[in-house]
Each structure stands twice: as C-alpha cells, then as structure tokens.
C-alpha cells in the first residue's frame, strides 16, 4: 500500500509496493527517453507546448534558447526518480521507502506532472474540452493516471506540512 508522510526529521518518505516502484522507475525511463529524443510524438509537444501560441517566430526562437534547458530538467527529474524507485538491494516483496530532500521532492513533483500529461495525451484528455472517449486499451490507463494524481496531491500535502511548521 502507497503511503505518504512526514518523518520526525521534517522530510517526505515514501512507501511504495515493490510493483509500484517498478512501474515508476518504468515510466520515468520512458519520459526521460521522450524528452531526449525529440520524437514526433503528440506527448513531446503536450510536455513542451508553444512558449507563445500566436507568434510562431516567438516560439521558434524560445525553443531555440531554452528547449534543452528545459529537457535536461524534466530528464533530471526523470532520473532522480529513476534511482530513489529502483529501490536499491531489497528481499523480494519488501515495501520501498524513499525519503525525499527538498531537492527530490520538486523533481518527483514535476516528473509526475510529466507522466500525467503524457498519459493525458495517450488518453485524448483535453483540459479544453473535458471529455474524453476511450477504447479498451486505453482504458487501462486510467487507474494508472489518477494513481499517479493522487500520489502527487499526496506529496503536495506533505510537502505543506514540512513548511507549515518552519
């Protein structure tokens, strides 16, 4: 069972089934990949969207300035969760706990905002039209996106907790 809290020392810990932290450090190798590439993918431009949607020379000349920069950041964040995920050497079926520093958790924040919006691509949802129709394969991504939502509100209010008292 996921969990999320506050230990005594003020830092965010995270309790991951081991199948969990499997899927997320699966994820985060293919987001990394993603935005490294620059593939023709719908999800490439959800997670890059136009810096300026109706100036074209604007966009192209932000793109050209900042792109990677941002790449390398979602690839870092991609990464760092990568490692806190793998778990490290475990017995089979030992929960996975990863406490987060203050660094961390930011990168877990982002790369989960990242995986959502991918899957949000995968999955035809548009914060413009709010529907959405699914075929059966799809569907199964579904469970997955809204995991991934709750995890994320999950260390948001953890992560209010920790500064509630500073």
């Not at 958790?105 to 709010?130: C, P, Q, Y």
């Amino acid at each position: 069972m996921t969990a999320v809290e506050v230990t005594d020392a003020g830092r965010v810990q995270l309790t991951l089934e081991p199948d969990e932290a499997r899927m997320l450090a699966d994820l985060a190798e293919q987001i990394e990949q993603l935005v490294t590439e620059a593939v023709d993918d719908p999800a490439f431009d959800r997670l890059f969207p136009p810096a300026y949607r109706d100036d074209a020379a604007a966009s192209a000349e932000f793109d050209r300035f900042e792109r990677a920069g941002l790449a390398e950041g979602k690839a870092g964040a991609a990464r760092t969760v990568m490692s806190g995920a793998s778990g490290g050497d475990l017995a089979e079926g030992e929960p996975v706990r990863i406490e987060l520093d203050d660094h961390e958790i930011w990168a877990w924040m982002t790369h989960l905002t990242d995986v959502r919006l991918v899957l949000a691509e995968r999955l035809g949802i548009d914060a413009d039209d709010g529907g959405f129709e699914l075929d059966d394969e799809m569907a199964t991504l579904v469970p997955l996106y809204d995991w991934l939502g709750w995890l994320q509100a999950a260390l948001v209010d953890a992560l209010e907790s920790t500064t509630e008292g500073a």
